[in-house]
């Protein structure tokens, strides 16, 4: 069975642009998870994801946001860009919302120059 | 305010000895305690998970204990390897399932290294 996959492993960018990232979960799961991890604030959680529908969010601010597609695959999106966006994105796919086991992506180095 | 606290910060240990990393957590409700290996520029990997009922769980020479009363957990390893050296970390879950959901607190890890 095919891992977590992430869509771009690397991505650099300027401030004020916007990004979008990519995640495919592993077939059959239906929840996916984005963190973001810093080396200063560790693994943050952004927002989850179960049947197309936004179930929990954390404290990030707007310009943040994230959407699932009937096939469980997720996109995240960044707008305005800011150097502290500079970071390694998680996405984590699970079975059900709010599943124990979570299995995470290898993630998209983004960095904001 | 719900935190996870991780300790020591970072370890450096020989090839074959054994070392216990700590989790101590303020959050509640809680739901389950995980604890993930980082390898440097990889996502997470699931190591253990535990419920408020279980008070242990191995996975080869990974050991997890939990004590819910104290909210304590710790992660032993035994019989150290070059490859354990990674980042070490705490999550807990906590919350509802219903209405907001849960929620998870990540601690900021041990960053353990394993030496010849």
């Known amino acids: 069975k095919a891992g977590v996959t992430q869509t771009p492993r690397y991505l650099i960018k300027t401030r004020g642009q916007q990004v979008t990232l990519s995640c495919s979960p592993i077939?059959?799961?239906?929840?996916v998870s984005w963190y973001q991890q810093t080396p200063g604030q560790g693994l943050q959680f952004l927002f989850e994801?179960?049947?197309?529908?936004?179930?929990n969010k954390g404290n990030f601010p707007g310009r943040f946001s994230g959407r699932q597609f009937s096939n469980s695959r997720s996109e995240m999106n960044v707008s305005t860009l800011e150097l502290g966006d500079s970071a390694l994105y998680l996405c984590?796919?699970?079975f059900g919302q709010g599943s124990i086991e979570q299995f995470f992506g290898p993630g998209t180095r983004l960095t904001v120059l | 305010k719900n935190q996870v606290e991780q300790s020591p910060q970072s370890l450096i240990i020989l090839e074959g000895k054994n070392c216990t990393l700590q989790?101590?957590?303020?959050?509640?409700?809680?739901?389950?305690l995980r604890w993930y290996k980082q390898d440097t520029g990889r996502g997470p990997v699931s190591l253990t998970i535990?419920?408020?009922?279980?008070n242990t769980k191995s996975n080869g020479r990974y050991t997890a204990t939990l004590d819910a009363d104290t909210k304590q957990s710790s992660l032993h390893i035994t019989a150290s390897q070059l490859s354990d050296s990674a980042s070490y970390i705490c999550?807990?879950?906590?919350?509802?399932?219903?209405?907001?959901?849960?929620?998870?607190?990540f601690g900021t890890g041990t960053q353990l290294k394993v030496e010849l």
């Open positions: 989790c101590n957590y303020t959050v509640s409700p809680f739901s389950n």
């Open positions: 999550v807990v879950t906590w919350g509802l399932l219903t209405g907001g959901g849960n929620k998870l607190t």
């Open positions: 077939s059959g799961h239906r929840s």
């Open positions: 984590a796919s699970s």
């Open positions: 535990m419920t408020f009922s279980e």
């Open positions: 994801y179960f049947s197309e529908t936004q179930r």
